[in-house]
């Protein structure tokens, strides 16, 4: 079996959803990670240009478990987008220039922010989260 390298986004969580394709198996409809048995069967395929996930707890200083939230990331080539719906609290990251995450450009980049949120709302309302 060939395996090419290619410059796709691919997320751990395609590890889990890769072996069910493998194995004939559905994986659960809220899940975000996505097969990539194509890429790897055929050396081609189409790659995701977004990663979208939620989150249901943050670190906390408070609790050892973690603080529960409603939240969602979103990650392209380029950028790494982060809300939390239990705060209000939104982050916008420059992966080229800032691989840390640690100067957030959401005030300069306000069109950015309205997109990613609304590609958010959308994969959200999809996978039947949040209602």
Avoid: C
């Amino acid at each position: 079996m060939l395996f090419r390298s290619h410059d796709q986004l691919i997320h751990s969580t395609d590890i889990p959803a890769t072996l069910l394709d493998m194995l004939g198996l559905e994986r659960p409809s809220h899940y975000y990670g996505e097969s990539v048995l194509p890429i790897i069967e055929t050396g081609t395929g189409e790659g995701r240009d977004v990663i979208i996930g939620h989150s249901e707890r943050i670190r906390s200083t408070e609790d050892m478990m973690g603080q529960p939230i409603d939240g969602y990331w979103l990650r392209t080539d380029d950028w790494f987008f982060k809300w939390n719906m239990t705060s209000g609290e939104k982050a916008l990251f420059d992966l080229k220039t800032d691989r840390r995450n640690d100067h957030d450009l959401s005030a300069e980049y306000e069109d950015l922010v309205e997109q990613f949120s609304t590609q958010i709302l959308d994969w959200r309302a999809a996978k039947g989260l949040g209602t």
